[in-house]
DNA sequence: CGCTTGCTTGGAGTGCACTCCAAGGTTCTA
DNA sequence: TAGAACCTTGGAGTGCACTCCAAGCAAGCG
């Protein structure tokens, strides 16, 4: 399943990475200078993952310090957190990156990036619909063993 | 995506394959003894998933014609279509062998089973709440591109 | 200063769900 | 009865999304 990787728990304010500057969330610690594992351990992802990521072109290049080590900002914060929505949306990695390409194209891309979400979004409802088709499937089926599916949920 | 695979185009009556002998139905060509291109072409599967599931216990055994093909009946085909269901569902297929397995092992099962289902069924719904979880962002970013979401669907 | 913990890299490995292959036997149509 | 099209098997290969590894610097604390 593809579902629920704790993405970012305790995020509070509405997250706003569209393209282009919006004005940074302080995080956590405040600094806009995270390395790895504070990345890691606040988005849920592996550090492993993280490096991936930028690997294949799902991150902007990330900051380094003068060593070489990773310093993420709270901009690259929002970033991932916007990637994990993508994410969980079932949209595979590769046209994650697509996207990411055309956020560092600049505002040229706009109309592209709008389509590539608008897609998206129709791929969710799909997949909601096929969702529901099978919740009624499922639900005869319970009935049919003896029990109701529970009133709550 | 999991999403789509077009799976079994054409059914019309309601499918009922719960563990004991429902009345079969009768398919396409009436016969209750298809070959695995037959059932391919009818479920959307491809013949090799179809001999892969039969060898990893998500199909009952398969009848054999008398030198060893394959004669798939309507019972067969109504297991295929809930299978696709559940596969739909997003439920690992180890879990669905499970769930065959619990089937094969007979009706002192079926609590087990009912459990097994409810499990998907939460997940199910999880999973449409993190999808429109998703969409309320997607929205969100649509709106930020300068055009509203289509108004229909 | 030394020590532990953390970070770097390229490349290899994992798990899932198929998907395909080769070599040969079977079935159907003309 | 020939030939095309279809079926059989075990095992190997594919694509995706990670996940891990080894060898070697870097950072922070007493």
Not at 61 to 70: F, L, N
Not at 137 to 145: A, E, N, P, R, S
Request: with cysteine; aromatic share 8%.
């Amino acid at each position: 399943m593809i579902q629920s990787t704790p993405v970012a728990t305790g995020v509070t304010t509405p997250v706003d990475v569209c393209t282009v500057a919006p004005p940074a969330h302080p995080r956590p610690d405040g600094q806009d200078r995270y390395t790895i594992s504070e990345v890691a351990a606040w988005t849920g992802l592996s550090a492993h993952t993280l490096r991936w990521y930028e690997r294949i072109g799902l991150m902007p290049h990330v900051d380094r310090s003068h060593t070489g080590q990773r310093r993420f900002t709270n901009r690259d914060l929002d970033w991932l957190v916007f990637v994990g929505k993508l994410r969980l949306t079932g949209m595979p990695v590769a046209a994650m990156v697509r996207y990411a390409e055309l956020v560092r194209a600049g505002e040229s891309t706009f109309e592209e990036r709008r389509e590539l979400l608008e897609t998206t979004r129709r791929d969710v409802l799909a997949r909601i619909a096929e969702l529901n088709g099978t919740l009624a499937v499922l639900d005869h089926k319970i009935g049919f063993y003896g029990s109701r599916p529970p009133a709550a949920d």
